[in-house]
C-alpha cells in the first residue's frame, strides 16, 4: 500500500502518527525546473526552483532563505516543456527557510488551460516512466525546463 492509499485509510505509523488525507483538491506533480518568485510589495525577487506542481499552486525551494512567512502576495515565473509562465498568487506555507508553498491567484482562463494541459503531459509522462519501470530499470527523467527564468 502507498503513503497516498495509507493515509486514505487513514494507517497509524509504529511511531503513533496516524497519516492524514491530503486536503487539496489538486494532486501535486513532481517537476524540476527553475522559477523567479517575485516578492510583489518589496519589489524583489528570489530564484529557486520548482519541485512540484498542481492546478492551484506549487512549491519552490529557493535559493537563498526566506524568512518572510505566509501571505506574501508574490508571482511565480517559470518555464516548462516550451510554455512561459507568470502567476500571482501568496505564499501559503514556510515548511523550512528555504521550502515554501504557493497558491495561485486569480488564474486566468487561458492560463488555466495552459496549466492544466501541461500537468496532463507530465501525468503521461510520469505514467510512461512506470510503465517502463515495470519492464526495466531505466528511467525516464522528471519533466524539466528548457530554459531557466533568470530575469
Request: one cysteine or more; proline letters at 5%.
Amino acid at each position: 500500500m502507498g503513503i497516498e492509499d495509507q493515509a486514505k485509510a487513514g494507517v497509524t505509523r509504529p511511531n503513533g502518527d496516524v497519516l492524514k488525507p491530503d486536503r487539496r483538491h489538486d494532486g501535486r506533480r513532481p517537476v524540476d525546473t527553475g522559477a523567479v518568485l517575485h516578492l510583489i510589495d518589496l519589489g524583489a525577487k528570489l530564484h529557486g526552483r520548482i519541485v512540484d506542481l498542481s492546478l492551484n499552486g506549487c512549491s519552490i525551494r529557493t535559493e537563498q532563505r526566506f524568512s518572510l512567512g505566509i501571505f506574501r502576495r508574490v508571482e511565480t515565473e517559470f518555464r516548462l516543456e516550451g510554455l512561459a509562465f507568470r502567476l500571482a498568487g501568496v505564499t501559503q506555507s514556510v515548511h523550512d527557510p528555504w521550502n515554501i508553498g504557493i497558491r495561485f491567484l486569480n488564474v486566468s482562463e487561458r492560463k488555466h488551460d495552459q496549466l492544466a494541459a501541461l500537468i496532463e503531459e507530465i501525468e503521461e509522462s510520469l505514467a510512461r516512466r512506470q510503465t517502463r519501470d515495470a519492464n526495466s530499470p531505466a528511467e525516464e527523467p522528471i519533466p524539466r525546463a528548457d530554459s531557466e527564468p533568470r530575469s
